[in-house]
């Protein structure tokens, strides 16, 4: 078992700056890759950013270039650094743990980029 606790979403204005942070514990040695994924109003979730156990990483084209996603092994977080930010960033974010067999998601973050 795996759990994952998301924080740092909030109301942000165009053009700003968030971070994420995603704390894994319970099994944490099964984690394949952990990432980020978000869900807008009325349409399905999709993937943000990965980053696997080895470092590599994977993001959607539309946050290529904003966002930046990275981990501290030391304390079992992932992050995900989002800069210039865009009223169609606006989403509930989910953490994801990939363990292979299966996925562990947490409860959410909301962000909300809005003047």
């Known amino acids: 078992q795996v759990q994952v606790v998301e924080s740092g979403g909030g109301l942000v204005q165009p053009g700003g700056s968030l971070r994420l942070s995603c704390a894994a514990s319970?099994?944490?040695?099964?984690?394949?890759?952990m990432g980020w994924y978000r869900q807008a109003p009325g349409k399905q979730r999709e993937l943000v950013a990965t980053?696997?156990?080895?470092?590599?990483?994977n993001y959607a084209d539309s946050v290529k270039g904003r966002f930046t996603i990275s981990r501290d092994n030391a304390k079992n977080t992932v992050y995900l650094q989002m800069n210039i930010l865009k009223p169609e960033d606006t989403a509930v974010y989910y953490c994801n743990a990939d363990v292979r067999i299966t996925n562990y998601w947490g409860q959410g973050t909301q962000v909300t980029v809005s003047s």
């Open positions: 980053i696997t156990k080895g470092g590599s990483t």
């Open positions: 319970g099994s944490i040695f099964s984690i394949y890759a």
